[in-house]
């Protein structure tokens, strides 16, 4: 489990946060350059990469509430106070990824968007759940500084930079394949 839980933090810090400017950048070059790079296949692989992470993510999940039901308090949370968020919670970040599976959904660049956009808000509201519900019986230590700071601003910089040097590279990998075939192609023929 422990090895289960770095892996999904890397995959977190390195992908799932930085999926609304992978996206973004692909939308751009596929706006600026019409057909000219594989953004098509570059989506089709996030999306790809939404659902199995997806997957993953909730079998781990259903595999820890099975072996750890005190640490998970699913019923706890499922229908306490703060039921609204943690189903918000639940559908935007579990079910909705789904819906991808759908082609002719997977194939809109904004419907994959709006997919990255849940999914992050589903991160949020369980964060929101977990503060709210630490935080439920007025206790509140004298430690927590919940203001913005620098360092939080330069973070949602280096996410964006990171989202789109991701793209790029993808887009820059599929070009390389590309241009191989074409290559293979005309040696063949």
């Known amino acids: 489990m ?9 995959v977190d810090a390195n992908l799932m946060y930085c999926l609304i400017p992978i996206i973004l950048t692909l939308l751009l070059v596929e706006l600026l350059f019409k057909k000219r790079y594989e953004t098509g296949k570059a989506m089709h692989l996030v999306c790809r990469f939404i659902i199995l992470y997806t997957i993953i993510t909730f079998a781990v999940y259903l595999i820890g509430m099975a072996l750890n039901p005190k640490e998970y308090a699913f019923i706890q949370r499922a229908q306490g106070p703060y039921a609204m968020a943690y189903w918000m919670m639940f559908l935007s970040s579990l079910l909705f990824p789904f819906t991808l599976c759908i082609k002719k959904f997977a194939s809109k ?3 994959v968007m709006l997919v990255a956009f849940f999914m992050k808000s589903g991160f949020y509201f369980e964060r929101y759940v977990i503060l709210v519900t630490r935080f439920h019986r ?11 700071s620098n360092s939080f ?6 996410v964006f930079l990171q989202g789109i040097l991701i ?8 070009e390389i394949m590309k241009r191989k075939k074409l290559q293979a192609a005309n040696n063949n023929g």
Not at 138 to 148: A, P
Not at 153 to 158: D, F, N
Not at 167 to 174: C, E, H, Q, R, S
């Open 2 to 10: 422990e090895l289960y839980k770095t892996i999904i933090a890397i």
């Open 153 to 158: 601003l330069s973070g949602i910089g280096l």
């Open 167 to 174: 793209a790029l590279l993808v887009l820059g990998v599929f």
């Open 138 to 148: 007025d206790y509140l230590s004298e430690n927590e500084d919940f203001g913005f």
């Open 109 to 111: 660049f904004w419907y």
